[in-house]
């Protein structure tokens, strides 16, 4: 950890009204006039911490943060079953991400982000490529129905008694069935014990996947606080059972749009979540990405995979 800055807090902060009732939390570090950058979290639905500021450069950076509807400090909150999930897709968190530019009076912004947030960067760059400085990903994801059936379906393959446990959380849904889209629906449920079982056996699923990095140190979805937990179940699986509202493959098919902007993909090569095709894809039908493959690191990275970030937005830091 001695590669990441030290910690930087906020000098600006507020609650920005991006519509359809919804409050979008944003905060901004670091250099007031240096280079604008926006972190893009995860999940979808995990909200923004705060370690992911040490990877910015606090003199060269003008870093922007923010959590996505939903979740985090953005309300309503996805853990209130009075929370209108209608209007959380993909195309609102486009419009939430480009609002705050304005809002802020950025021009260009350098992206970055990982799993989850490099869906969603991918699909706000190629809407406004114009916007975009460059791009650093890590843990490279598209969103396709076929990744997502990966993840919950044949990722079970390397640990088939946590899948079982995981199908059976959703009765009644087949083998072959959609058990996300049957998550989601226990997600939605009046009664908050099937809605807290439903997360509970969501949780267990993901950090089965993951177990092989943690080795069972720690469990990255399960030991969130308990709205926390609501919040990003109940959003990962609205997403998840819509495919995020995007045509299969359709991030890859339009990456011609991202010509132009430089970015460098950091993925493991361990990574069981998703795995490294995905962002091979990627890199081929993006002449100016670099895939940087790290051997012995997985969907959450490690010391190798912090050094690559680090020194690809150091590189960009630069460009200014």
Known sequence: MSLLYPTIEPYEQGMLDVGDGNLVYWEVCGNPDGKPALVVHGGPGSGCGSGV??????ER??????????CGRSTPHASDPATDMRYNTTQHL?????????????????LHGGSWGSTLILAYA?????????IVISAVTTTRRSEIDWLYRGAGRFHPE??????AGAPGTPRDGDV???????????DPAVRNRATTDWCAGEDAVLSGETKGRSHPYGDRPPAARLALVRICAHYFSHGAWLEEG???RNAHRLAGIPAVLVHGRLDL????DTAWELARAWPDAELLVVDDAGHLGGETTRRRVLDALDGFARRL
Not at 94 to 110: N, Q, S, T, V
Not at 180 to 190: K, N
């Open 53 to 58: 500021r040490q990877y910015f450069d606090p």
């Open 61 to 70: 950076y003008r870093l922007v943060l923010f959590d996505q509807r939903g």
């Open 94 to 110: 486009i419009a939430d991400m480009e609002r705050l530019r304005e809002h802020l009076g950025i021009d260009r912004w350098l």
């Open 126 to 134: 190629e809407t406004h490529p114009q916007r975009v400085s460059e």
């Open 162 to 167: 946590q899948w079982e446990c995981f199908l």
């Open 180 to 190: 996300v889209a049957a998550y989601a629906r226990l997600t939605e449920h009046p």
């Open 250 to 252: 359709a991030l890859l």
């Open 273 to 276: 979540a998703s795995p490294l």
